[in-house]
Nanobody, 120 residues
């Protein structure tokens, strides 16, 4: 099992910045990638950014150039630096980890979520 705990959410004015952190613990070996998703009220959960164990990053088009994902080599922490925040970035942000299993499948794990609210 992998446990994920997010921190760093809060209320910020449009144009401001926040940094989210996610701490992974438990059986962190074989974690293939970690990332951030978000879910706004009435909307589906969507990908924000991911980073693989090799350092490859993927971003949603809506956050490219504004958000930066990073992690440590030990795969115990992942961060999301969010700059130039917009009201439409308001959502609950969830940390995600994908772990390879011994059955050659991929098991997702989720944190409890942290609220980000951007006021106009």
């Amino acid at each position: 099992q992998v446990q994920l705990v997010e921190s760093g959410g809060g209320l910020v004015q449009a144009g401001g910045s926040l940094r989210l952190s996610c701490a992974a613990s438990g059986t962190i070996s074989r974690i293939n990638s970690m990332g951030w998703y978000r879910q706004a009220p009435g909307k589906q959960r969507e990908l924000v950014a991911t980073i693989t164990s090799g350092g490859t990053t993927i971003y949603a088009d809506s956050v490219k150039g504004r958000f930066t994902i990073s992690g440590d080599s030990a795969k115990t922490m992942v961060y999301l630096q969010m700059n130039s925040l917009k009201p439409e970035d308001t959502a609950v942000y969830y940390c995600n980890a994908i772990r390879d299993t011994i059955y050659n499948t991929r098991q997702p794990y989720w944190g409890q979520g942290t609220q980000v609210t951007v006021s106009s």
